[in-house]
């Protein structure tokens, strides 16, 4: 079992950055896919970014790619979204979530433990 928590969300004006962490919790942390979500008032849960367990496969939605990063720091236990080139359509909840397996998913339902989710506003 991994424990996730968020941080690093705010307020930034369009084209701007800001850069997500995700600590977990547990020695196991690098048998888990990661993949980070989002979720705007109103709409569902969408994928943002996915990384595999040693981080050298990444995945990313088309509505963020180019602008966003995943890595990920095993020895620390944390996982980075960096997101640059801000939108306002980028604003929402933003969610951290652990898999178990070797596959990387997009599909949130195929995830296991979440965290409690960052806020992210981008101002027009």
């Known amino acids: 079992q991994v424990h996730v928590v968020e941080s690093g969300g705010g307020l930034v004006q369009t084209g701007g950055s800001l850069r997500l962490s995700c600590a977990a919790s547990?020695?196991?942390?690098?048998?888990?896919?990661m993949g980070w979500f989002r979720q705007a008032p109103g709409k569902d849960r969408e994928f943002v970014a996915a990384?595999?367990?040693?981080?050298?496969?990444?995945y990313y939605a088309d509505s963020v790619k180019g602008r966003f990063t995943i890595s990920r720091d095993n020895a620390k236990n944390t996982v980075y979204l960096q997101m640059n080139s801000l939108k306002p359509e980028d604003t929402a909840v933003y969610y951290c979530a652990a898999r178990t397996g070797v596959v990387v998913r997009t599909n949130p339902n195929e995830y296991d433990y979440w965290g409690q989710g960052t806020q992210v506003t981008v101002s027009s």
């Open positions: 990384i595999n367990r040693s981080g050298g496969s990444t």
């Open positions: 547990g020695r196991t942390f690098s048998s888990y896919a």
